[in-house]
């Protein structure tokens, strides 16, 4: 009886970590889409390399969301082949969850040149591109109170007279306020974005890499009860 009371014990811990891992799929895809429109809709970062990582966990989390439902049905029937399976799947998403670890570890030491670069091509393309284009960088500059890539004077070719910003870059943004108003720091924010969306994206892979180790680590507790599972059902005990 105290073998029996054990499995069950197990069997129903093995459910309850499913369930969290069905939440944390769920989890998982909304990060994912959240920081990959942040990289490239709000931050308007165009490096290749740094979607990655967002990429990585949606499909983590669209697995896991699979996984868990497939490995509650195992622990529920007790079904030997279904708990097995279920331990060889989460194995593999445990590998490729620190390989996204490991790659957001890597874009956050190249963060400084991505968005270097990216700020530099959103300032060089801004009156060529499409009015979608320059409503996203307005937005940028306007939400994040900050003026070219490291200061006002970046956007010296904006303009013939050399002296002008776009209006988002005024302390109070209204029609025009950014003509010739380059260097008043009363009338135009001074700072640079650079420093600011870096700030912003290291502060948030470190969130993620957290997250995903963290997961990591639940996983390989539902692989051990998972483990234990399979050994009671093969052993032959009843865990009803």
């Not at 868990?68 to 593999?92: P, Q, R």
């Amino acid at each position: 009886m105290g073998v029996e009371g054990g499995m069950k014990c197990v069997k129903f811990l093995l459910f309850f970590f499913n369930f969290i891992f069905w939440l944390c799929g769920i989890a998982l895809i909304v990060v994912g889409v959240l920081v990959q429109i942040a990289l490239h809709s709000t931050l308007k970062i165009g490096d290749v390399s740094s979607s990655g990582a967002p990429i990585v966990l949606i499909g983590v989390g669209v697995v896991i969301f699979f996984i868990a439902f497939f490995g509650c049905c195992g622990a529920w029937k007790e079904n030997y082949c279904m708990v097995t399976t279920f331990s060889i799947l989460l194995s593999l998403v445990i590998i490729v969850q620190i390989a996204a670890a490991i790659a957001g570890y890597i874009f956050r030491n190249k963060v400084s040149a991505v968005v270097q670069d990216s700020l530099t091509e959103m300032i060089t393309k801004y009156n060529s591109s499409s009015a979608e284009f320059r409503d996203g960088v307005d937005k940028l500059q306007k939400d994040l109170k900050c003026c070219g890539v490291n200061g006002s004077s970046d956007w010296r070719n904006y303009s013939p007279d050399g002296d002008s910003v776009p209006d988002s870059c005024c302390v109070n943004v209204s029609q025009g306020c950014g003509v010739g108003t380059m260097a008043d720091a009363t009338k135009v924010h001074q700072e640079g974005c650079r420093e600011i969306v870096e700030e912003f994206l290291k502060k948030n892979i470190l969130w993620v890499i957290v997250a995903a180790l963290v997961l990591a680590f639940l996983q390989i507790m539902g692989i051990v009860f998972a483990c234990l599972l399979m050994r009671g059902i093969r052993s032959g005990y009843e865990v009803m």
